[in-house]
């Protein structure tokens, strides 16, 4: 057993105007109220102010979607972590597999955003996760090896109170597949593994959700291993009734 609080989050996507948000919290917020999880709900950027003032006061905390490494600029679609801090943001996803395979993330500038995150005060959701070709080539490991030396490069075990990690196998993300509770513990494991190697004993402290498909129907299982500390919840965080459950999971 471990002191390490689980979070759930919900990824929401490119989905849902202010209008949808609003109709969505109010039906989540009665929903969680009781959960003994950290509760977040990473909305589009529009939809941020709205999400903030319906969940004040609540057990919900709200994130971004991505955060710029700048302060300010010439970066036509980015967002700065103070424009999110003014509307009340407490957390922002960096990395996400779509992020990298659609719009050219890499590892170095996850760890520009990263940095520049936890600076602004900002609690930084890492994602991390191999494609179905390395799995099936047997390099996982080698894959998130890279990805954590690469993304978390030169930041102090001290910053880590404010980084989350996500493993999310690229594989098993808005496709129905799940990786089983031991593919995605061992990844997990893994990952801990890695992070002892960069920051010590702090790594026993750091979450590390698991980000693939989960869901209602498989939460308790993944939930239910060691290193296992939450999720980001992509398509299930859409319907209150279905992210609430996994929030409220039993393990």
Not at 154 to 159: E, G, K, L, V
């Given at each position: ?233 992509g398509g299930a965080s859409l319907k ?12």
């Amino acid at each position: 057993m471990t002191n390490r609080k689980p979070i759930i989050a919900g990824n929401w996507k490119m989905n849902n105007t202010k209008e949808n948000a609003e109709k969505l919290l109010k039906e989540l917020i009665p929903l969680v109220a009781d959960a003994t999880a950290e509760v977040v709900v990473c909305v589009p950027y529009t939809a941020i102010e709205t999400a903030v003032k319906l969940t004040k006061g609540t057990n919900i905390a709200v994130g971004s979607q991505n955060v710029s490494w700048a302060d300010s600029g010439a970066f036509t679609g980015e967002i700065s972590a103070d424009m999110l801090l003014e509307l009340g943001a407490k957390y922002a996803i960096i990395g996400h597999s779509e992020r990298r395979t659609m719009f050219g993330e890499t590892d170095e500038t996850v760890n520009k955003r990263t940095k520049q995150a936890i600076a602004k005060g900002l609690i930084a959701i890492v994602c991390i996760g191999e494609t179905l070709a390395e799995r099936q080539g047997g390099i996982t490991e080698s894959v998130l090896k890279t990805q954590i030396l690469g993304g978390l490069k030169d930041i102090p075990a001290s910053d880590f109170d404010k980084i989350v990690i996500a493993y999310e196998p690229v594989w098993a993300i808005g496709t129905g597949l799940v990786a089983t509770d031991e593919q995605a513990e061992a990844a997990v494991a893994y990952t801990r593994r890695e992070l002892a190697a960069l920051i010590g004993k702090k790594a026993n402290e750091v979450c590390i959700q698991y980000g693939g498909s989960m869901n209602a129907s498989n939460v308790d299982g993944l939930m239910a291993q060691p290193n296992i500390d939450g999720g980001l919840i992509g398509g299930a965080s859409l319907k209150a009734v279905d992210f609430a459950r996994v929030v409220k999971f039993s393990a």
